[in-house]
């Protein structure tokens, strides 16, 4: 947790560096996204700690258990942020680079670092293979989720606020997906970059694991 609010202390800080040298506040909505790249991980700290004492059917669990898949999107959806990079005239690109990676790399890491929660927490209660499907299921979902907030604009408090209006708007691709074949390309592209990504993590840490064993 310490380094977590460290990373995103220095992404605050390279953004207000920016700022000063672009007399601009272009770019700001990369704090709101840290922010709500935060809300999973706290969310499934909160699950474990609840899962310590109550079973998983217990409606404070499946409550908490809600909101962190609803949210958990928002950490991964950060990646396609670098849409914006050249959006803008700005003083020095590669900067403006460095100061995106910094914030979609500590959004990232938040939200895997919840998913791992979960998933040992999954592991404690299920088979392997249920324990795969659920991980998979979930990074699909995220998938989908990139895709309906960058091309459809809609965010994860719209589930809460307006879920009738989403639903209407993306009935008609989970119906007809083969009609939309850039809906199907960025979901299976963002589900593989995921679940790579998270692969890598779940064996960094199991090997570091190991290691403390031996």
């Known amino acids: 947790m310490l380094m977590l609010g460290i990373s995103s202390l220095v992404s605050i800080g390279l953004f207000g560096c920016g700022a000063l040298r672009n007399h601009s506040l272009a770019f700001g909505y990369l704090a709101w ?25 217990s409606w404070e669990a499946m409550a908490i258990s809600l909101l962190w ?18 959006e803008i005239r700005r003083v020095d690109l ?17 939200g895997f670092s919840s998913l791992y929660l979960v998933h040992l ?7 392997n293979r249920t ?4 991980i998979a299921a979930i990074l699909v979902a995220c998938s989908g989720a990139i895709y309906i907030g960058r091309d ?15 639903l209407f708007d993306v009935s008609d691709r989970l119906t007809h997906p083969a009609t939309y074949p ?4 960025t979901i299976i592209g963002f589900f593989i970059l995921l679940s790579t990504m998270y692969g890598l993590l779940w064996c960094g840490a199991r090997l570091l694991q190991q290691i403390k064993t031996d």
């Not at 927490?121 to 088979?127: E, L, S, T």
């Not at 459809?152 to 989403?166: E, M, Y």
């Not at 850039?182 to 390309?185: D, G, H, K, V």
């Open 33 to 57: 996204n840290l922010l709500l790249a935060w809300l999973p991980l706290l969310f499934a700290i909160r699950l474990v700690a609840v899962l310590q004492t109550k079973r998983w059917s």
């Open 69 to 86: 898949v609803v949210f958990l999107p928002n950490s991964f959806y950060m990646i396609s942020d670098f849409i914006h990079l050249q």
């Open 94 to 110: 590669l900067y403006d680079i460095l100061m995106f990676t910094s914030f979609i790399y500590t959004g990232v890491v938040l």
């Open 121 to 127: 927490q999954f592991k404690k209660r299920f088979p």
């Open 131 to 134: 324990v795969l499907t659920l």
């Open 152 to 166: 459809l604009r809609w965010n994860s408090w719209d589930v809460i606020t307006n879920p009738g209006g989403l």
């Open 182 to 185: 850039r809906m199907l390309i």
